[in-house]
């Protein structure tokens, strides 16, 4: 049998090669997202300081301190006595056990620590706890 160009046999033929070119496109395509995702997440992981520091919303706002120290007289105090530390220890000084930027110390409240100190995430909602946060920076020495 003489074969003509565009004769049905060739046309199915091209068909099928351009439906096979779209579906490799397709799959270099999520092959290049997944590694340029697995890429950034283990970036991200190796270089921390990258990531921009979370601060505290709350800094010098009068009205959020009020409430951060009624937020911190009814469940922090117990321990933290009026920041100055009791069973806990002195929020007001420069010394930091567990990190002391807004970010680290924000971990701390809504962690817990393993030497007593109780997590918060689950009673106070995050807004709350930065509002604590400007409180205890309104208190440092
Ligand atoms: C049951 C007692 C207790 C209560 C209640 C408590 N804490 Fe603590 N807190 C501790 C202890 C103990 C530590 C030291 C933990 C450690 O070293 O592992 C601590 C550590 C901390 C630290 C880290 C201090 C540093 O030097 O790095 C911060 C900040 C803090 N508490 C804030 C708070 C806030 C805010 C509240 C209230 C929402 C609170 N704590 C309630 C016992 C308490």
Redesign the pocket.
Known sequence: MKRTAGSGHDRAQKQRARISSVMFGVMIASILVTYAHIGGTIWAGNEPRAKPEVTCPYMGDAAAIAEGKK??DR??A???GDGTGG???D?TDN??????SDAQ?FA??SNG??????S?SSD?KDDEIWK?IAF?RSLKK
């Open positions: 937020l911190f469940n922090c117990e321990c933290h069973s806990g220890p929020l010394e930091w056990l567990c990190g002391g110390i701390t409240v620590r393993p030497g007593g100190m109780p918060w106070l604590i205890i």
